[in-house]
């Protein structure tokens, strides 16, 4: 069914198709996290900017929620520089940062026939870090009715890469012993219940303090990193799914079956220019051993996140959320995402499903300092297996 073009898609800048925002009118604005350049989450603003509109295949979306990821980290900062080819080379082209999302459609372009106005979804937006956010309706599936929307937000870039790099990546066989490192975070908690549907046997890697989390979510074994070796020789693994990204080749290698398959999806330390130093080690030297090395570029594909959601509603998967936080707070969230310990996922907070708008008066003044916002929740340390 064809959505209906909404208020909000039609008053702002039609023919809008570029990564930018429309320009500011007093009925049309909305907050959103702003960067001017590339660099830390100091880079972040709260303002008042104009609404995107939809074009083409585009919808536009009300977001109720977002998610943090890495890869909105490295959007923000620039780097690897080899990623502004892309996003911009001095500034980044679109200011709202932010993919993941969960929301309901407002307004669709003239080929967007997917979804109707009015219904909820979640997937990978243009800025989702807004009260409104264009996306692309090849980058969205229907919210499964069990999750709330901050569920919802943090499902699509983690859960695509714990798909992918175990079922396309590392062509994982039922029965077969999986090795999952940096299990407790945004993609090895989805990674260690996928594992477990596709019928292996899981060892999860993570810290003392996380190794409850990580049994919990139905891994078969857990190592504690800052005790247990997993390359000691005391078991192999035909799949080793590196996400902690800090462990050299020879000793990823040591810990793999003589044929075994090592998917390289993390690390941070690559390199500024490519960021995937380790990953061209790894494929240039597989031709030359029985083991299969190979890296992770993961695709924001809709029959994925349809996979996603069809296992979110057989009850055999669950996002891990670690904390909550406001949108106004999208820079400490990021920050402690920075830091490398997260527990799960990070969800934003932007709008209530059933909050209206703000009133026009409400709305006017292009730029509002952080300070000048009203806190709607603080952040919730409680870790939760929703
Ligand atoms: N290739 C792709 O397409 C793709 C897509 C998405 C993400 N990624 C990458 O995948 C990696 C993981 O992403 P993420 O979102 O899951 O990050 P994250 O949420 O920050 O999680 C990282 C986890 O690694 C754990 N960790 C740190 N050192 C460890 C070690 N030595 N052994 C085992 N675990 C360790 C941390 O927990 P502790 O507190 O237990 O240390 C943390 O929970 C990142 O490097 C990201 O860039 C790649």
Redesign the pocket.
């Known amino acids: 069914m064809k959505a209906a073009t909404g208020a909000a898609g039609q008053a702002a800048a039609p023919g809008d198709t570029g990564g930018g925002t429309a320009p500011v009118s007093p009925r049309q604005t909305m907050r959103a996290i702003v960067q001017a350049g590339y660099g830390s989450a100091d880079v972040w603003h709260l303002e008042d900017i104009g609404r995107p509109a939809a074009a083409g295949g585009e919808v536009l979306l009300r977001v109720h929620a977002a998610g943090l ?3 909105t ?2 959007l923000m900062a620039g780097q690897p520089y080899v990623i502004r080819l892309g996003s911009g080379l001095r500034a980044p082209k679109n200011p709202v940062p932010g993919l993941d999302v969960a929301g309901t459609v407002v307004a669709a372009g003239a080929d967007a026939t997917g979804f109707a106005v009015g219904e909820e979804v979640f997937g990978i937006g243009q800025g989702s870090f807004a009260e409104y956010a264009r996306a692309r309706q090849d980058k969205l599936a229907r919210k499964p009715a069990s999750l709330t929307f901050g569920q919802a937000a943090v499902l699509a ?2 859960g ?2 714990a798909l ?2 175990l079922r396309d990546a590392g062509r994982l066989q039922p029965g077969q012993h999986v090795l999952i ?9 989805y990674a260690v219940q996928i594992a477990k549907v596709l019928g292996a046997q899981v060892t999860g ?3 003392t ?2 190794t409850d989390l990580v049994t919990s979510i139905g891994a078969d074994h857990v190592l504690d ?1 800052t005790r247990d070796d997993f390359a000691d020789g005391s078991q192999r693994y035909d799949l080793i799914l590196d ?5 050299p080749l020879a000793r990823l290698q040591r810990a793999l079956t003589p044929a075994g398959t090592l998917v ?5 330390d690559g390199g500024r220019w490519t960021g995937m130093g380790r990953q061209i080690r790894a494929l240039a030297h597989s031709p030359f051993t029985r083991q299969r090395l190979t ?4 695709r924001q594909r809709r029959a994925d996140l349809e996979t996603l959601a069809q296992l979110i509603e057989a009850g055999q998967l669950t996002p891990v959320i670690g904390k909550t936080y406001p949108l106004h707070q999208a820079p400490d969230a990021m920050r402690y ?1 920075q830091a ?7 969800v934003l907070t932007v709008t209530g499903p059933d909050e209206p708008p703000r009133a026009p008066d409400q709305r006017a003044g292009a730029r509002r300092p952080e300070s000048a916002v009203t806190a709607p929740v603080g952040p919730c340390s409680r870790p939760e297996l929703l």
């Open positions: 990821d890495r890869g980290w490295h870039v983690s695509l890469t992918q790099g490192t940096g299990a407790s975070g945004g993609v090895g908690t890697v993570c810290s303090a996380k990193y996400l902690a990204g800090n462990s390289l999806a993390g690390g941070e890296m992770l570029i993961s995402l490398g310990h997260a527990r799960g996922k990070l």
